[in-house]
């Protein structure tokens, strides 16, 4: 794209006005989280959490870069002869920018953006699955990585910067994708990742507490995930937008949309347009019903666990939209398969029950043993596994050890992700929560050891959770990334049982 076709996008949307003389040749963007500019580029300056890019302007005006996207001029030497767009804010205009550099993918594209506290992950899978069973080539973003078919791009954010995530659609449309489900998390909606998306559907699975680390408070947490149906639909180009959303939950009903956004409601109650009711369920999974305009229909979702039925259900209406008939929906349902670290079994040859999960909230944590709890047989026992992530939420800890200690027989708190916190202390704020004159919890800060003694300590008929890392095959300890996979060391462990 040419540097002056980028600045005379600045006008179009009015973010500012340019200085200089834009030139007439090939650019590419680049960001703050770039240390060395591409001579000719243009260098957007982010203000981060702790670095400020404005601060790299004279490091990238000396590599050669002919344009600047700032939100003040102070630090731009007097020598510069670029382009230069003040504009209020830089986050703002790099998403706009990144969307038509790569000359907006997301028009050809099905677009569904999935937010909620918890099941996001799981739910673009479900997408995926269903809309292939379409005949839809479709594509995955988020916390587990990037997918299209075979091919998979690693990643570190649930919702990628503004400039990887444009890039990434205009790779998957070359690539013959028509759908993509990605995560949208309310850190990507606070900082405009998600910005000049031209979605098809967008998806509130449900609220409750996390990240408070970074929004501060609950009203601010609900406000940034507000935006993907409000601000972020008012950009919208597509002439049909669909909001699915769980309408069990007030607060999500509460919030503000964007006039030309359509709502429908999902959940277990009456007043929803999508009423679920669960008719039997165990560990080969889910029987449950759909009343809705449609009509009843029955379905089997072979996982177990209510919260799949909601995510399911989400999924379904997705699917609805894009022009699929809710008997091949039903068809498509009864075939999904599981989604890695969500619910996964670690497969063995003694015959124990051990799964692993991503839940690292209090409320995932207690939907997760609920469930457990309703599917388990009498004389089975409840182990769990757990820890917390260092450099998050600390409010949440106390509240995560006093339901698991609640809805479990046994709880062996251990490491998370400590990054650079005391795991002890991690785990004494943890402990803080639980009941000292109950006898049901350990803990042992080494997680593997922790691991193997939730398994020595079960019989075949318990069940056994390893809790909170789910997919993840490291543990970020120190400044130190330390491969670790629950389920495989799981599997090591029962072997040697």
Not at 159 to 169: E, M, S, V
Not at 277 to 296: A, E, N, Y
Not at 458 to 479: N, R, S, T, Y
């Amino acid at each position: 794209m040419k540097l002056a076709e980028l600045f005379s996008i600045l006008h179009q949307f009015d973010l500012g006005s340019s200085d200089g003389n834009p030139v007439a040749t090939e650019v590419d963007l680049l960001t703050s989280d770039s240390t060395k500019a591409k001579k000719g580029s243009v260098y957007v300056a982010i203000k981060g959490t702790k670095v400020d890019g404005h601060s790299f302007i004279p490091q990238v005006v000396n590599q050669g870069v002919s344009g600047l996207v700032v939100e003040d001029k102070k630090n731009i030497p007097a020598q510069f002869k670029g382009a230069v767009a003040v504009v209020p804010n830089t986050r703002k205009a790099l998403g706009q920018l990144a969307a038509q550099f790569y000359e907006n993918p997301s028009s050809e594209l099905f677009c569904v953006g999935v937010t909620g506290t918890n099941g996001k992950t799981t739910t673009t899978y479900f997408i995926e699955q269903i809309l292939k069973k379409f005949g839809w080539n479709t594509g995955v973003i988020g916390t587990t990585g990037h997918f299209l078919n075979q091919k998979v791009w690693p990643t570190e954010l649930t919702t990628p910067d503004a400039i990887t995530l444009q890039n990434r659609l205009r790779q998957f449309r070359d690539e013959k994708a028509d759908a993509v489900a990605f995560e949208v998390s309310s850190i990507s909606l606070h900082q405009h990742r998600v910005q000049s998306v031209d979605f098809d559907v967008m998806v509130f699975l449900n609220f409750s507490r996390d990240h408070l680390d970074y929004h501060g408070n609950m009203a601010e947490y609900l406000r940034c995930k507000e935006l993907l149906f409000s601000e972020y639909a008012a950009q919208v180009q597509k002439k049909r937008m669909l909001a699915v959303l769980f309408g069990d939950d007030q607060s999500i009903r509460s919030i503000k949309m964007d006039p030309r956004v359509e709502p429908v409601f999902f959940g277990k109650g009456p007043m929803n347009d999508f009423e679920i009711k669960i008719l039997k369920s165990d560990l080969s999974g889910t029987h449950f019903s759909l009343k809705s305009k449609f009509g009843v229909i029955e379905l089997f979702l072979p996982i177990p666990g209510e919260h799949n039925v909601l995510n399911v259900t989400a999924s379904a209406i997705c699917a609805l939209h894009a022009g699929m008939s809710m008997n091949s929906i039903k068809a498509a349902i009864s075939q999904i398969s599981g989604v890695p670290g969500r619910w996964e079994r670690v497969h063995n040859k003694k015959g124990y029950n051990v799964f692993v999960d991503f839940a690292h909230t209090p409320e995932a944590m207690s939907s997760l043993l609920s469930e457990v709890h309703k599917l388990r047989d009498k004389e089975s026992k409840v182990i769990t596994v757990f820890g917390c992530g260092g450099g998050r939420d600390k409010g949440k800890r106390p509240l995560m050890g006093e339901v698991a200690q609640a809805k479990s027989d046994l709880v062996i708190v251990t490491s998370d992700n400590p990054r650079d916190e005391d795991p002890m202390e991690i785990i004494n704020e943890i402990v803080s929560g639980m009941d000292k004159t109950k006898k049901n919890f350990v803990f042992a800060p080494d997680r593997r050891e922790a691991i193997n003694k939730a398994l020595n300590a079960a019989k075949p008929h318990d069940i056994v959770l390893i809790v909170g890392k789910g997919h993840e095959k490291f543990q970020l300890i120190g400044p130190a990334k330390i491969p670790f996979d629950d389920g495989k060391v799981a599997g090591e462990l029962i072997a040697k049982i």
